[in-house]
């Protein structure tokens, strides 16, 4: 099987979950890296058994075919809109910008370009995720109710202060929402669709020396009628796994990281037994409730094969970027409710 050359842009910490996932997969290689500190490029390429471009020109003009973006979050357009110009397709971490205004313009230019982008949401990979969309896409849940959410994770303050573009608004966009609570967002919309309108408000209880929130709480209304609440912080100790849970009139689910911890309706079907023991397991997918280095790079595994996949034979994405569009929308929304003290709508 030809394999798909992959570079990687920035040499942070999720720049290794890439590496190492890239190296499980069938479909793809590392073959390059950059990094606008050339002793980082170097340290890493060697770390991993790639090659390091020697500037961002040099690393556009080699042939791989793809690249992964690792930079800081408010920087992921400043180097994609480039490399999709180059003709390269592109894995961004998420979030896709830490703007509208600026998601928009990736996007676009990935689409002006012909270029395949893939925002990075993990989680939507693991097997649970995807019962639980197929029992929405069945209607076993009758008339959606209450879509609810949970992440009350911890990061130490060496976490922020060991980065400084951490906690920012202009490069990390937002804190334990748009950082941290990110996949949940985006499981929400995946599984109960998009919102009507959005109430927030946001603090900082514990990390006093950023300019974003540690906590953030927000109470939706989607369009199904259903409503909805989600919670992302990174002040309770020492953190815990991410819970999301449906119900509606003819049943519910709790999705707790990967594991399935309630899967009930009205109307057995062949298979629920099987689920629920399945869903007890989990696929090891955790998400790094209290350290952000446990994540595990599996989730990237399944979506770089994919990505691979869909540039080799014109498969479908399961994140592409219009996706990763919807997340950045509703973030921004809990945003500005918080700073407005106002309900925001959307047409």
Not at 122 to 148: C, H, M, N, W, Y
Not at 258 to 279: A, M, S, T, Y
Not at 306 to 318: K, R, V
């Amino acid at each position: 099987m030809r394999k798909v050359k992959f570079g990687i842009i920035g040499t942070g910490a999720i720049a290794a979950r890439h590496a190492e996932a890239l190296a499980l997969t069938g479909n793809a290689e590392l073959v390059l890296v950059y990094d606008k500190v050339g002793e980082r490029s170097a340290a890493f390429a060697k770390q991993h058994g790639c090659k390091a471009a020697a500037t961002f020109e040099e690393f556009l003009a080699s042939d791989i075919e793809a690249v992964t973006i690792a930079t800081p979050s408010g920087l992921h357009a400043e180097v994609a809109i480039p490399a999709a110009r180059a003709g390269k397709h592109i894995l961004c971490e998420k979030p896709l910008e830490v703007t509208v205004s600026k998601t928009n313009e990736l996007v676009r230019a990935c689409e002006s370009a012909n270029i395949r982008l893939s925002a990075v949401f993990q989680s939507r990979f693991s097997r649970s995720v995807q019962l639980i969309k197929q029992a929405v896409d069945e209607g076993r849940f009758g008339q959606p109710v209450l879509a609810t959410a949970s992440v009350r994770w911890f990061r130490s303050s060496e976490y922020y202060g060991n980065a400084t573009w951490r906690g920012t608004w202009a490069l990390d966009g937002g804190g334990a929402l748009m950082n941290q609570g990110i996949h949940t967002v985006d499981l929400m919309l995946y599984f109960n669709g998009d919102a009507s309108e959005v109430t927030g408000r946001t603090a900082r209880l514990l990390h006093k020396n950023i300019e974003v929130e540690d906590t953030v709480v927000a109470m939706f209304k989607f369009k199904n009628n259903s409503l909805g609440t989600l919670e992302a912080s990174t002040a309770c100790a020492p953190g815990f796994p991410r819970r999301v849970e449906l119900s509606g009139t003819d049943g519910s689910v709790l999705l707790e990281d990967d594991r399935i911890l309630r899967w009930q309706f009205k109307v057995e079907k062949p298979g629920d037994d099987e689920i629920r023991k399945f869903g007890l397991a989990g696929e090891g997918l955790h998400g790094g409730a209290g350290d952000p280095n446990a994540i595990s790079s599996e989730g990237h595994r399944r979506q770089l094969t994919e990505l691979a996949d869909a540039i080799l034979s014109g498969h479908h994405l399961t994140t592409p970027g219009a996706e990763g569009k919807r997340a950045v929308e509703l973030i921004c929304a809990v945003y500005e409710s918080a700073r407005t003290g106002t309900t925001i709508k959307f047409l």
